[in-house]
RNA sequence: GCGCCCGUAGCUCAGCUGGAUAGAGUGUCGGCCUCCGAAGCCGAAGGUCGCAGGUUCAAAUCCUGCCGGGCGCACCA
């Protein structure tokens, strides 16, 4: 009800300023700043004053005169400096709430390939990577609501530098064979993440010992050999910890995508003819790119003012780079590489997973995406850029256009949190003060994700205790997990995706103002006074018909305040799926909840007399749990009955 | 050097395609648990919207130029 009266409205309206002033004019929508002003604004009045060149309130009064409203519309008002704004009938409307979701499905059902996590398999995830997790995961539940066919992707990038690193540590700094390896107790990931972080101050101590690196990137792109073996090793292990870590949060995926096996299929060898066929890239026989094969960026607008004006392809020493792979694999998802992947079944993870050989015959059918999203930190813009741009030379400029890069900005440490993880000294450069410290792998700075769960559910085990809710064991376990799922989630999702988050644990440890648990709580709130209300033996829920018929002056302002806040939540939805700015949903369901809250101490339900007015505010609410259950499932936040 | 992002209350941030008294959270101070759960609510204090021009009936919002901070421009990803 509400877009349809908000597009009969607009149509109205358009229809009046073309017979009165012969123009034609798409009126703006905007939403008064007070209930007692009107429900759905239109400036035109005050756009069409120049046009027109008269005063904005006698233009506003010309075309109320004599405009027809629509059934669900109880009057239109000039307010202001000549704003039409329209007033619902808000029995009906929020009777109509109480019988349909908010959410519509627009999409066709056309499909999508969102890529995210794709974290290098060779040591912990940290809060930088449960950012790019948590806005994938929510992105595709968003698109998915909006009626988007949605596969998930996680790309793991098994041949790269970084595991070629951990390789060389296990290797040659610590002189452990395969067996030795796996036999590493967990976590592994940890293992490795201070193995990682040693292994780059041994390259430093030594830049000779880079060969070492060279021969093992080597190894592991031709996928043989004790390096190879090591590679596979470790990259299965971190892998399996990765997929725990992030089912912690409730994140999964529909398919693992292995680097190794676009080069195992030869998927690049495919994309490399065609590349070299259609000149986009050639061999460098001279500079300091001579023996590579380059992707010459130089005519291109977008690339304007480069350095270097030529980006690498494939190295002198014949290994791929990562975007060579990554055009090759861009490719297969929109369908348009020729060959496909292998396929089997992960038992233990219970999921699918590319393979080189050993597939199975009978699998889903992956990748052919009509869009593509790629969750991808900010600084990797460039090179998603050269991927968009090896596909239009390779004749698909409309698989470039339908490629999107789903860029965030990064996580960093807060002073004060990189000061109490002794990364910053206390008596460091004052000039530092206040500056936040960026993580980085590869020193090993950085607040592993496991760690972060584990004391948010520590945290919020403790706040249950001292509120005496009588729970079981494993129900007390169960609710300390979704309360910490909630705050980590919202924490991560509630940031503009344009702005660094500068992480702080007293911050995030917070389960107050604007967080996950306080719309958990808001829930819980409404929940039981349900619970109350049927223990009085009194109704829990307004049939729609019933709710209808609920007298108008019994809605007092803010009542109505919370039922148009419900009815916007498909709105936002739209809009995040197309702006991908999700923090939008967050902040829709933070507004709902405070609103609610407020609320909640001005109209009690279980004593009051007036049956109908018990029932107007039974409605708000209901409408409310409705609206914020539908974010919250987006979300992927828990909805617990208690807390 | 070129490109992108940020600069709004002590701190962390909203403010949509210009529009109705610049809003939250947090912190500080003061109230509210015989009354549907105080992880909550109510109130107070707190802002030259980085600076300077410009466009406009109207600028935190658009344009230009500065200043300050961050990031990118690898045979790493």
């Known amino acids: 009800m509400w877009s ?22 798409d009126p703006v929508v905007e939403i008064p700043p007070r209930r007692d002003l009107g429900d759905i604004a239109f400036p035109a009045a005050l756009h069409l004053a120049r046009v027109v060149k008269r005063n904005p309130r006698q233009i506003a009064t010309e075309i109320l005169e004599g405009l027809e409203l629509p059934p669900e519309v109880r009057s239109v008002e000039i307010a202001g400096a000549g704003y039409l704004n329209a007033f619902l009938q808000r029995s009906a409307g929020a009777a109509h709430l109480l019988a349909e979701s908010a959410v519509a499905p627009s999409a066709a059902g056309s499909k999508t390939v969102i890529e995210h996590t794709n974290i290098n398999p060779n040591k912990a995830a940290h809060i930088g990577h449960l950012r790019n997790s948590v806005l994938g995961d929510i992105l595709a539940k968003t698109l998915r609501e909006l009626g988007h066919t949605v596969e998930v992707q996680n790309y793991i990038d098994d041949t790269g530098v970084q595991v070629a690193d951990v390789v ?32 780059g101050r041994w390259f430093e101590e030594d830049p000779e010992r880079l060969t070492l690196r060279r021969s093992t990137l080597h190894e592991l792109e031709s996928g043989s050999g004790p390096r190879a073996d090591i590679g596979r090793l470790v990259a299965r292990r971190i892998v399996a910890r990765h997929l725990k870590t992030m089912a912690r949060l409730d994140i999964s995926y529909d398919l693992l995508t292995h680097e190794s096996d676009i080069l195992g299929l030869d998927f690049f ?46 190295r002198s020493d014949g290994t791929v780079t990562y975007v060579g792979k990554d055009i090759a694999y861009q490719l297969w998802k929109f369908g348009l590489l020729g060959r496909d992947f292998e396929y089997r079944y992960w038992d233990e993870q219970e999921l699918w997973q590319t393979t080189t050989t050993d597939g199975v015959a009978k699998h889903p059918s992956f990748g052919g995406a009509h869009d593509v ?7 990797q813009s460039y090179l998603q850029k050269i991927v968009r741009a090896g596909l239009e030379a390779l004749g698909h400029p409309e698989a470039a256009e339908r490629s999107v890069h ?62 005496d809710r009588e729970l079981a064991a494993d129900q007390l376990t169960q609710l300390a997990r979704d309360i910490a799922v909630a705050a ?25 103002g604007e967080s996950g648990p306080y719309l958990q709580y808001a829930l819980v709130r409404a929940e039981n006074i349900r ?67 407020a609320l909640y101490h001005r109209h009690p339900m279980l004593h009051e007399e007036n049956e ?5 505010r039974l409605v708000a609410t209901r409408v409310f749990s409705k609206a914020l259950m539908d974010l919250a499932r987006i979300l992927g936040i828990p909805t617990p009955d208690r807390m």
């Open 269 to 314: 060898r495919q994309a490399f003819d065609r590349l070299v066929a259609s000149g986009a890239i050639h061999l460098e026989n001279s500079g300091k790119n001579e023996g590579c094969w380059v992707m010459p960026l130089a005519e291109s607008e977008e690339f304007a003012g480069l350095e270097d004006p030529d980006k690498v392809i494939v």
């Open 612 to 616: 109908d007015l018990r029932r107007v």
């Open 4 to 25: 349809s009266v908000k597009s009969e409205l607009t149509r109205r309206l358009a229809d009046r300023i073309r017979n009165l002033y012969e123009v034609d004019h």
């Open 168 to 199: 060389v540590g296990f290797l040659d700094i610590q002189g452990l064979d395969a067996a030795a390896v796996a036999a590493i107790p967990e976590p592994f990931d940890y293992y490795c993440w201070d193995l990682y972080s040693q292994v």
């Open 406 to 467: 789903f860029a965030y900005e990064m996580v960093a440490l807060s002073t004060d949190t990189a000061r109490q993880l002794g990364y910053i000294d206390d008596d460091a450069d004052p000039d530092e003060e206040g500056k936040s410290l960026e993580m980085s792998g590869r020193k090993g700075v950085g607040v592993k994700a496991d760690d972060l769960m584990d004391q948010l559910i520590a945290k919020a085990r403790e706040e249950i205790e001292s509120r």
């Open 531 to 597: 619970r109350k209300l049927a223990a009085s033996g009194l109704e829990t829920e307004v049939a729609p018909e019933i709710a209808r018929q609920l007298p108008e002056e019994l809605w007092s302002d803010d009542l109505w305040d919370l039922v148009l806040c419900a009815a916007q939540i498909g709105d936002t939805l739209e809009k995040a799926g197309s702006t991908l700015e999700l923090s939008l949903i967050a902040r829709h369901a933070l507004d709902l909840a405070q609103k609610f809250n």
């Open 488 to 512: 980590l989630r919202f924490f991560m999702v509630k940031a503009s995706t344009h702005r660094i988050i500068a992480f702080d644990f007293s911050e995030a440890l917070s389960f107050e």
């Open 373 to 379: 999203i790629n969750v991808i930190d900010i600084r």
